[in-house]
Structure formats: C-alpha cells, structure tokens
C-alpha cells in the first residue's frame, strides 16, 4: 500500500479490537497439516500449514470483516460480510454502492483467525480491472492486535493498471518499498497463483512459481512479526496519482480467489499449486 498510516486499525469498528489468540492459534485448522513451531523469541506460535479451495466459509478458521472501515482517511470503502460470497466453487469479494461505515461503499474483505509467520504464502486470484479500486492479498498486524507495531507484506493490484502488480512491505509502519512488477498478462482476465516466502533475512514475491522481486532488508528492515491474512477489495478517493479515479460504474465490482494457501519455512506442506 502506499506510505499511510497503519489501514487495518480499526477505527470506526462496532466490535471493537481483537485480541490476539492463544500460544496454540491455528494449530488444530487442518489435521493433516498441523505443523505449528515457535516464532522465534516472540512467545507465540506462527499458524498451521493449510490449503483452501474457498469453496465454502469455513468460520473455524476465517472471519469476515463487517460493518467499520480502516483508519486510512482515503479509503473510502466500509466492510460488509455479505460481500464476502462463495459460489460456483470460488470466493467472490464484492465492491456495493451500499453506504457502510460513514463511507459510500462497501467491500469484501476476508481474514485469518490466526497468525502466521515466516513461510510461503499462495493465493490463485482473479483481480479487478477499474480505475479508482485496490484488490489486495497480504500479511497484517497492528496495534489493533495487543499492541503489536505494524508489520505487513502486500500484493496489491492497482485497478487502472490490471497488467501490473504492486508489490511492498511496512516494518514498525515504515513504508516506502513499492516495486511495481509488469506481469506480462492481464490479471483481472484469468485466475493465476500469487506467493511470497517470507524469511528472517528476506521476502521473495512469485507469480505462477517464477520469482518476480526479493526484498533483502537493503531498504529497511524487514517485517519479523506474525500477521493475518486478508483478501480484500476496496475503492479509494484522492488517490488518481496511484490507482485513478473511481466512479461508481453502475453495478458491483468483484475480484474471486480460489485458493489460499500457507506452509512453515522449508517445509513440505500444501500448495495452490498442486
């Protein structure tokens, strides 16, 4: 995302903060991949390895943002669970003229109960091409959660430039590392598979398995602290000079994942694609 303050705070939340789970979060997702280890020196456990086809909501391990929106003034989108949709065997994340949250619009966003650490992290997305809109897949943390300072790992597809892909990451809410990738394709045209392997002394961002950047920590620290993931879809405002305007185009917008997936460093567990 761009240099912002912290987009995941929730600020306007009816719910009100989440607490971060228990030492064993995530341990118990999926039986035939539960492989939990220690994040190092922090005291907690990073998530069990799993993969999703997102043919359905599995309420164990997900949750759907509903009814606030995030701190950053110039998001301009609220969240609503209801446009978070599974059908025809896919996730369809929905953008709604339905004003939520002081905003005019709502949005999808779908997030991990649990945290995870250094691993591969997959997503096979279909993202939207329009001017004015963001489809996101990425790690979070933040001082929503206990304090936590704001670590975070993006790809985020810019809608008025759908043959790209924006790639960055915050460490203690310091930004300011955006690479943006020619995917050589049109993203919001097919599903592909998205990954990053986040390592202590390095992430390195895939498109359909083939390495397309690494970050090393030569422009700034890289993040060390677990987070949820989320796939999100949202409009801005006053944001022409990074994803164009958004005029709402008669009819919903939606970007469809069909599968997330993450594994623990170096280890053999499920992918998207297999």
């Not at 009100?16 to 005291?43: K, S």
């Not at 650490?117 to 809109?133: K, L, M, N, Q, T």
């Not at 592909?192 to 390195?204: H, Q």
């Not at 164009?244 to 599968?259: E, I, K, R």
Request: with cysteine; glycine share 10%; hydrophobic share 40%.
């Amino acid at each position: 995302m761009m240099d912002r303050s912290p987009a995941h705070d929730k600020a306007a939340s009816t719910a009100g903060p989440a607490a971060r789970p228990a030492f064993a979060a995530g341990c118990a997702i999926t039986a035939a991949f539960a492989v939990c280890f220690a994040a190092a020196g922090l005291g907690y456990a990073a998530g069990a390895a799993f993969v999703d086809p997102l043919t359905r909501h599995d309420k164990s391990h997900w949750t759907k943002s509903h009814n606030w929106k995030n701190a950053w003034a110039d998001n301009n989108t609220g969240w609503r669970r209801e446009n978070v949709r599974f059908t025809d065997g896919i996730m369809h994340l929905d953008l709604t003229r339905r004003p939520t949250a002081g905003t005019p619009y709502s949005g999808g966003e779908y997030q991990t109960r649990a945290f995870y650490h250094y691993g591969r992290f997959e997503a096979r997305i279909r993202a939207v091409s329009y001017p004015g809109v963001v489809t996101g897949f990425f790690t979070y943390t933040g001082p929503t959660f206990d304090g936590d300072p704001h670590h975070e790992i993006d790809f985020e597809f810019l809608g008025d430039k759908p043959r790209h892909v924006q790639l960055n990451y915050f460490t203690d809410g310091v930004g300011k590392h955006e690479t943006l990738i020619d995917l050589g394709f049109d993203a919001s045209e097919s599903f592909n598979t998205y990954a990053f392997e986040w390592r202590p002394d390095s992430i390195r961002w895939f498109v359909n398995g083939v390495q397309v950047h690494e970050e090393t920590g030569a422009r700034g620290p890289l993040p060390s602290v677990p987070g949820k993931i989320y796939l999100h879809l949202w409009a801005g405002k006053n944001l022409a000079h990074w994803i164009g305007d958004f005029v709402w185009p008669g009819q919903p917008l939606t970007a469809q994942v069909a599968c997330v997936a993450f594994r623990p460093l170096d280890s053999a567990g499920p992918s998207c694609e297999e």
